[in-house]
């Protein structure tokens, strides 16, 4: 066997877990304290010794509370994405790229699924890496362009969705809580259209609303067999977002692209 290869794959795997374990660091802390530090468990707030949060046992030495399974499914899955990205030299803006941009989507995905929130500290880094990456892609006019169109068209199904809650609320003298779409959402636009450009920023949003209206029926359809459906049921709208950008920019191959 050519030792070459495995060198590559093992250090593609260090990479791919090193991302995994920062996205769960930045997922764990942003939240709840609004800012970076040496971490500390969820349950009882205490440090954590480095060894045991980021290796092993990964569960808190003072009120024994495990760390949960996203923990481990997270790391497992940025090593087969960084293996992947590795040996198929994808996308044309390059591995190292592509893994910071994984590790920004993973973090917007863990905290908008666990917390329902968007932080606009996170969607601002975002921005610089549109920027960034986007005006190479598609020179800066075409980058600003698809920023702007991103943010602007979620900003008015934003304004949409709000009227219709409102009308909602007053026909039923009951306020609903649960929406799908946050201002968050629409700043996480902006970021993807910086990103995918323009009219890119077109296909991105539409992929997100398919893949959107396709996992809420079945989300619906399996609270509704569990009999826990309810009519305010919401899921949150980021993560489709990040899917859609990450099928078109990064593992398009995959589409056929």
Known sequence: MDISLIINFLIAVLLGWFAGLTVNYISDSMPRYRR???????????????????????????CHTRRIARVWITEIVYMVSSVWLWFSQSPDFGYGAAMILLVYFGVVTVI?????????????????????????????????????????????????GYVFIKIVTRIRGQEIREVALGFGDVNLSGVIGLLLGWPGIVAGLFLAILLGAVISVIYIMYAVFKKEYRPDLALPYGPFLVASTVLLLIFRKILGG
């Not at 971490?39 to 003072?62: A, S, T």
């Not at 968007?118 to 610089?128: P, Q, R, Y």
């Not at 920027?131 to 900003?155: K, V």
Request: with cysteine; aromatic share 10%; charged share 10%.
């Open 36 to 62: 970076l530090g040496l971490p500390r468990c969820n349950n009882c707030n205490e440090q954590q010794p480095l060894v045991n949060y980021f290796i092993w046992p990964k569960h808190c030495p003072f």
């Open 112 to 160: 908008d699924l666990e917390h329902r929130l968007i932080l606009h500290t996170i969607s601002l880094v975002g921005a610089i890496l549109g920027l960034i990456i986007g005006t190479w892609l598609h020179g800066l006019i075409m980058t600003l362009l698809g920023g702007a169109a991103g943010f602007g068209i979620m900003l008015a199904l934003y304004y949409l």
